[in-house]
């Protein structure tokens, strides 16, 4: 069982970027296709991307399509969420989750690992 954890979340300003960084304690995450999800209290979690097992197939909500970029680190068995162009509305806490699967999904329930988050915080 893959044990998740996220880091490189903190306090931006707006136009400004932020990585975030997904890892894995135990297990690699180059078996599992991985997500990026975030939420607000008060709501469920969004979809961010998502980068599948193989061939790196990926998918982003439309409103961070041309400002986010996932990738995938094999030889450091990390998945990263490069953030530019922040926008206050993008503060979340982002979470990074993993599935068995080739490729990635839109809907959290598909998830079954979860890290703990990492809390975005954007400025105007």
């Known amino acids: 069982q893959v044990q998740l954890a996220e880091s490189g979340g903190g306090l931006a300003q707006a136009a400004g970027s932020l990585t975030l960084t997904c890892s894995a304690s135990e297990g690699s995450l180059n078996t599992y296709a991985i997500g990026w999800f975030r939420q607000v209290p008060g709501k469920g979690r969004e979809f961010v991307a998502c980068?599948?097992?193989?061939?790196?197939?990926?998918q982003y909500r439309d409103s961070v399509k041309d400002r986010f970029r996932i990738s995938r680190d094999i030889a450091r068995n990390t998945v990263q969420l490069q953030m530019n162009a922040l926008r206050p509305e993008d503060t979340a806490v982002y979470y990074c989750a993993a599935r068995i699967a080739v490729t990635g999904s839109e809907n959290p329930s598909h998830y079954p690992y979860w890290g703990q988050g990492t809390q975005v915080t954007v400025s105007s």
């Open positions: 980068i599948s097992r193989v061939n790196e197939i990926i």
